[in-house]
């Protein structure tokens, strides 16, 4: 089973960024999936989650109403829209797959049992 996370790079504060997470080994549809991030010096925080459906999504309130999550069923995939980046949101952004069981959105990492390898993204001021 794997996660592979990809879209991250530089851009100035303002821009955007889509990051996309593709999953292979097993099928993720009937499982939350959630993106989270690590600054350097910090711990690794929640960033969004959707549920098995894509029909509910929950967000951290450092990036409400600029992030959007979205998945793709079919295509096993989960992604990560970024708008109004900014400097605060320079981290590793890892894309995770909740638990068997585990199918509406959840914010605690420790109900995620597969992990991406991490994006780097870096937003410039």
């Known amino acids: 089973v794997q996660l592979q996370a990809s879209g991250g790079g530089l851009v100035q504060a303002g821009g955007s960024l889509r990051l996309s997470c593709a999953a292979s080994?097993?099928?993720?549809?009937?499982?939350?999936m959630g993106w989270f991030r690590q600054a350097p010096g910090k711990e690794r925080e929640f960033v969004a989650s959707?549920?098995?459906?894509?029909?509910?999504?929950i967000y951290a309130d450092s990036v409400k109403d600029r992030f959007a999550i979205s998945r793709d069923n079919a295509k096993n995939t989960v992604a990560l829209k970024m708008n109004s980046l900014e400097p605060e949101d320079t981290a590793v952004y890892y894309c995770?797959?909740?638990?068997?069981?585990?199918?509406?959105?959840?914010?605690?990492?420790?109900?995620?049992?597969?992990w991406g390898q991490g994006t780097q993204v870096t937003v410039s001021s």
């Open positions: 995770a797959a909740a638990g068997m069981g585990t199918s509406w959105v959840i914010r605690d990492p420790l109900r995620y049992d597969y």
């Open positions: 080994g097993r099928t993720f549809s009937s499982v939350a």
């Open positions: 959707i549920s098995y459906s894509g029909g509910f999504t």
